[in-house]
Nanobody
Framework: QLQLVESGGGLVQPGGSLRLSCAASKFTLDYYAIGWFRQAPGKEREGVSC????????NYADSVKGRFTISRDKAKNLVYLQMNNLKPEDTAVYYC?????????????????WGQGTQVTVSS
């Protein structure tokens, strides 16, 4: 069964940076779109960014454009989310997900496989 594992979360001050990693096992990222989503307490899960590994096509939510960058390392079968200039409103559990149709959509319903999430807390 496909497995996704997120890492890299933590506590950071406003204006700081974190890099999240999404490790895939038992499948090759080239055949999937990988999305990053987040869910804050009491809120619905929302799309943050996605990448189609095969052609590099990316998409970002308006709230993170210019601050977050998604990238992939094909050799390591990893997808990263570099998060800069973090704000308190970025605090959430961050999830990566895989979409076998390779559509770079920021919709939870488009993704079949999900990781367990990693907590990101932005606070002074």
């Amino acid at each position: 069964q496909l497995q996704l594992v997120e890492s890299g979360g933590g506590l950071v001050q406003p204006g700081g940076s974190l890099r999240l990693s999404c490790a895939a096992s038992k499948f090759t990222l080239d055949y999937y779109a990988i999305g990053w989503f987040r869910q804050a307490p009491g809120k619905e899960r929302e799309g943050v960014s996605c990448v189609v590994s095969k052609d590099g096509n990316t998409n970002y939510a308006d709230s993170v454009k210019g601050r977050f960058t998604i990238s992939r390392d094909k050799a390591k079968n990893l997808v990263y989310l570099q998060m800069n200039n973090l704000k308190p409103e970025d605090t959430a559990v961050y999830y990566c997900a895989a979409n076998p149709i390779r559509t770079c959509a920021l919709l939870t319903g488009a993704y079949d496989y999900w990781g367990q999430g990693t907590q990101v807390t932005v606070s002074s």
